[in-house]
């Protein structure tokens, strides 16, 4: 079935640091990537999404680049804040015959320092 | 728009006793699903709906129970509660996918975190 991989946390890092959240996945159609983030106290939130192989999503300053070669969406950012401490998930959604249903990572938690 | 929206937000309940969490959205999906998070386990599906009338299992459907009868409502029943079912639990609904522009992303309710003593 379905699987997604991320890197494991949690991930510390001072204000305006690079970041990189890696997710890869396994999937046997052709399935639509998205990273969601979910605040404190709230349910997850789209971040971005992408459809197709080589299509980058953006939003906010974080991108990921949807890599069929490697099976990858990696998470990126130039330069964080402190407002951006949140937990990240990575996570699939097949149409066909797993329509209506998403597989998600196991979530990586992201603390950024002033 | 109100979007999805969870009840109760907070609950304890004693093992054995049964409940249900529910779920309404106002945006006429298709799509509705049923997910529970544990620490370091990311978001596991319970149960998926990919319309009224129609359910289906998801990853860790034992103990829980749902049905569809209204495009806008997918209830999650807890039959006789388990302290194993202690979690955070969210509902989320989709629109139908989007063929050539490739699934929707899901919308999530706030979530009920659940304790079973």
């Given at each position: 079935g379905d699987s997604v991989t991320q890197m494991e946390g949690p991930v510390t890092l001072s204000e305006e640091a690079f970041l990189t959240i890696n997710c890869?996945?396994?999937a046997t159609g052709y399935p639509?990537?998205?990273?969601?983030?979910?605040?404190?106290?709230?349910g997850l939130q789209l971040l971005l999404k992408a459809t197709k192989a080589d299509d980058k999503g953006s939003n906010k300053g974080f991108e990921a680049t949807y890599r069929k070669e490697t099976t990858s969406f990696h998470l990126e950012k130039g330069s964080v804040q402190v407002s951006d401490s949140a937990v990240y998930f990575c996570a699939?959604?097949?149409?066909g015959t797993n329509a209506g249903k998403s597989t998600f990572g196991d979530g990586t938690t992201l603390t950024v320092k002033p | 728009n109100a979007g999805v929206t969870q009840t109760p937000k907070f609950q304890v309940l004693k093992t054995g006793q049964s409940m249900t969490l529910q779920c309404a959205q106002d945006m006429n999906h298709e799509y509705m699903s049923w997910y529970r998070q544990d620490p370091g386990m990311g978001l596991r599906l319970i149960h998926y709906s990919v319309g009224a009338g129609i359910t289906d299992q998801g990853e860790v459907?034992?103990?829980?129970?749902?049905?569809?009868?209204t495009t806008e409502d997918f209830p999650l029943r807890l039959l006789s509660a388990a302290?194993?079912?202690?979690?955070?639990?969210?509902c989320a609904s989709?629109?139908?996918?989007g063929g050539a522009s490739g699934?929707?992303?899901l919308f999530?309710?706030?979530?009920t975190q659940l304790s079973v003593l």
């Open positions: 890869t996945y396994t639509s990537l998205f990273w969601y983030v979910q605040y404190p106290g709230e699939l959604s097949d149409q | 459907p034992n103990g829980y129970n749902v049905s569809r009868s302290p194993s079912q202690t979690s955070v639990y969210f989709s629109p139908r996918t699934a929707e992303k999530f309710g706030s979530g």
